[in-house]
């Protein structure tokens, strides 16, 4: 079996090959970084245009790795959305195209159902399982009973994780994606700035990290009017430690309740260095709970991921008709009743 995933969501043209749901074959990721940071964000606009540009190049790259062509793939997976509508469509349309000439069933896939399913690269899934998704525009805990059905028990009230961090960095004059930079000077200082954390009402597996946020703002404004200096790796330190302590307290109490076998991490943010070590310090060397963490490169928006997603959903015997669109603000819950 081979699937072809492909994910244009946001600002990566990509595409991957995945052989038997759980083989890399190929995995081409396109970045349009440079051209988004001197606007210190994404430009819709933009996205869309250099997915146009790069999308049949990636396609042949992804084809050239695997050593396969079209009439070798068992399925081709994209991303539905949520994500920029003019992003998704490029790749909608791709898949579309290539599903209607080469008569290969296609399979829409929610962006954060691949986001958890970049996991199952790197381990077999157990169930029941939590998974907690830590990216540039969700902060949420899924539990999964079975594949591909999806249960958010919690989620962020107002900011992401990822989107904190960046306007954190940007605070701070670092570049965007600032994700990496603040992880990296966090490194270099010491958490001794008070900021709050954000527990909300009691039993909440809920998030919300714009008070946080707003509370370093505050702090790097009061310091320069008082004409004192922040030491911006304290700072980092701070921020990150605040962000650590409620993504890993919530995820222990949600185990806990739901009795899971398995926790994945997923998302952008789950490339964060800081968090990766609290939740190895905090679950590794917990008999009876499996955690697993991805590869930066599969944290970080991929298509092996949708690839991954995609197989699963193929074997229920899942497929999108022809008229699949672009749905920049899906609900994960669609996988779920079919
Ligand atoms: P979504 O998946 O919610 O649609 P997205 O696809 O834009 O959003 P991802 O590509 O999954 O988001 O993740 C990008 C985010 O991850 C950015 O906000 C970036 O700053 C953050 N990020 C990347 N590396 C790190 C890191 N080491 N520490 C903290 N954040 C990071
Ligand atoms: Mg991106
Ligand atoms: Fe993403």
């Known amino acids: 079996q081979w699937i072809m995933g492909i994910e244009t969501s946001c600002d990566e043209t990509a595409v991957a090959i995945i052989k038997n749901g759980r083989e890399m074959a190929a995995n081409v990721v396109a970045s349009q970084i440079e051209s988004h940071k001197r606007f210190g964000g994404v430009v819709p606009e933009i996205a869309s245009r250099h997915h146009v540009e790069q999308i049949t190049i990636v396609l042949e790259e992804a084809l050239n790795q695997a050593g396969i062509t079209y009439s070798d793939l068992s399925a081709i997976a994209v991303t539905e959305g949520p994500g920029l ?4 469509l490029i790749g909608v349309n791709a898949a579309k195209a290539i599903a209607f000439a080469h008569g290969i069933p296609l399979v829409g896939v929610h962006h954060i159902a691949g986001h958890i399913y970049a996991n199952r690269l790197v381990a077999e899934m157990k169930f029941p399982l939590l ?14 009973e079975e594949h591909g059905h999806f249960e958010v028990i919690g989620e962020t009230r107002d900011d992401a994780a990822g989107e ?18 603040i992880d990296r000077l966090a490194h270099e200082g010491e958490p001794s700035i008070n900021l ?11 998030f919300s990290f714009s008070g946080l946020k707003s509370a370093v703002i505050n702090t790097v404004h009061n310091a320069e009017q008082r004409g004192e200096k922040i030491v911006p790796e304290d700072l980092a330190a701070s ?3 605040s962000v650590i302590d ?32 609290a939740l190895e310090d905090k679950f590794a060397n917990n008999p009876g709970i499996e955690l ?47």
């Open 196 to 206: 709050p954390r954000a527990w909300l009402e009691e039993g909440s597996y809920d």
């Open 239 to 241: 921020f990150q430690q």
């Open 85 to 88: 509508v003019g992003a998704l």
């Open 131 to 144: 998974s907690l998704v830590v990216s540039g525009g969700h902060t949420e805990l899924v539990y999964m």
């Open 292 to 338: 697993i963490i991805p590869p930066l490169s599969l944290c970080t928006d991929n298509a092996a991921m949708i690839a991954a997603a995609g197989s699963i959903l193929f074997e229920k015997g899942i497929h999108s008709g022809l008229d699949l669109n672009a749905n920049p603000g899906l609900d994960i819950a669609i996988h779920n009743d079919k």
């Open 246 to 277: 409620v993504l890993v307290t919530k995820t222990g109490r949600a185990m806990d309740e739901y009795k899971v076998k398995q926790l994945l991490l997923a998302g952008g943010v789950a490339a964060n260095k800081g968090l990766r070590a």
């Open 164 to 181: 904190a961090y960046d306007k954190v960095a940007r605070t701070l004059s670092l570049p965007y994606p600032g994700g990496p930079h």
